[in-house]
């Protein structure tokens, strides 16, 4: 690894919280009561929770003229159509909902997610003004057997197939090891620093322009006592929080965080 930083441009962090299948909808109007105030006077950070869809109408309504936004965690690259339990972003842009998550981890290795069908939904969300945030990432195996690279190449270039230049920077992508999701084992600055300008590096190899935009977060066991060291990395632009953000008060310490 070891590529250049890509110098000069100005990204505006995002801190996204993945609540995954936690929070009933009743639940998630007392967080969202205690996150607003502890974010209303941060300035320079972008924030999003990604929600279960049953909350996302309650949620959207109570954030609205915050700077919270509200994300959905997945969704089908068609409109409409026969697909059983599925849900469109038309639906999720007819509610308002700003982005959603797409790949995680957990939807490749429990649910089947592929990457041929993330290279449908990214360009899908887009079309819908979804703000999508793809989420890459190796296993512990991966890693250990040199891999990661690989992995990240393959994952990005299959993912973002779909997209056209001119808009690659409007994705987001989370690098996520697998290793650390959910584990309390955050990758070290370095692992992070490295995996994510190599992932901008992958970005640059299809548009310079688009590498010096596009926001690439770290996820993977960030808490609040770990946030501020991978947030000042030089290539990464803000976190995607998984059990750190089911709390008001720390999802909150983690945008403090971004924004020092
Ligand atoms: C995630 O769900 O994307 C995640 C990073 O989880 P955690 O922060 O709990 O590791």
Same mark, same amino acid.
């Given at each position: 690894?070891?590529?250049?930083?890509?110098?000069?441009?100005?990204?505006?962090?995002?801190?996204?919280?993945?609540?995954?299948?936690?929070?009933?909808?009743?639940?998630?109007?007392?967080?969202?009561?205690?996150?607003?105030?502890?974010?209303?006077?941060?300035?320079?950070?972008?924030?999003?929770?990604?929600?279960?869809?049953?909350?996302?109408?309650?949620?959207?309504?109570?954030?609205?003229?915050?700077?919270?936004?509200?994300?959905?965690?997945?969704?089908?690259?068609?409109?409409?159509?026969?697909?059983?339990?599925?849900?469109?972003?038309?639906?999720?842009?007819?509610?308002?909902?700003?982005?959603?998550?797409?790949?995680?981890?957990?939807?490749?290795?429990?649910?089947?997610?592929?990457?041929?069908?993330?290279?449908?939904?990214?360009?899908?969300?887009?079309?819908?003004?979804?703000?999508?945030?793809?989420?890459?990432?190796?296993?512990?195996?991966?890693?250990?057997?040199?891999?990661?690279?690989?992995?990240?190449?393959?994952?990005?270039?299959?993912?973002?197939?779909?997209?056209?230049?001119?808009?690659?920077?409007?994705?987001?992508?989370?690098?996520?090891?697998?290793?650390?999701?959910?584990?309390?084992?955050?990758?070290?600055?370095?692992?992070?620093? +490295?995996?994510?300008?190599?992932?901008? $590096? =992958? %970005? @640059? &190899?299809? /548009?310079?322009? *688009?590498?010096?935009?596009?926001? #690439?977060?770290?996820?993977?066991?960030?808490?609040?006592?770990?946030?501020?060291?991978?947030? +000042?990395?030089?290539?990464?632009?803000? $976190? =995607? %929080? @998984? &059990?750190? /953000?089911?709390? *008001?008060?720390?999802?909150?310490? #983690?945008?403090?965080?971004?924004?020092?």
């Amino acid at each position: 690894m070891g590529r250049d930083r890509v110098m000069g441009a100005e990204r505006t962090p995002l801190i996204a919280g993945n609540w995954k299948m936690y929070k009933t909808e009743a639940q998630s109007e007392g967080y969202i009561q205690a996150l607003l105030p502890r974010v209303s006077s941060v300035s320079g950070v972008d924030i999003a929770v990604c929600v279960p869809y049953t909350d996302l109408r309650a949620m959207v309504d109570s954030a609205r003229g915050s700077r919270v936004e509200v994300y959905a965690q997945n969704m089908h690259h068609e409109p409409q159509g026969a697909f059983t339990g599925e849900i469109s972003a038309l639906m999720l842009s007819e509610l308002d909902v700003a982005g959603v998550v797409l790949g995680h981890s957990e939807r490749r290795q429990l649910f089947g997610e592929t990457d041929k069908a993330l290279a449908l939904k990214v360009p899908a969300a887009l079309e819908a003004g979804i703000a999508p945030i793809l989420c890459v990432g190796e296993s512990e195996e991966e890693r250990d057997e040199g891999e990661t690279e690989r992995k990240l190449r393959h994952q990005i270039g299959e993912d973002l197939a779909g997209v056209r230049d001119e808009r690659l920077a409007e994705v987001t992508i989370a690098y996520e090891p697998i290793w650390a999701i959910g584990t309390g084992r955050v990758a070290t600055p370095e692992q992070a620093q +490295e995996a994510i300008a190599f992932v901008r $590096a =992958l %970005v @640059g &190899g299809r /548009s310079p322009a *688009a590498a010096e935009q596009v926001r #690439i977060l770290y996820g993977g066991s960030v808490k609040p006592d770990n946030a501020a060291e991978l947030l +000042e990395l030089p290539d990464v632009d803000g $976190a =995607l %929080v @998984g &059990g750190a /953000s089911l709390e *008001a008060e720390s999802f909150a310490a #983690i945008v403090a965080a971004a924004q020092s």
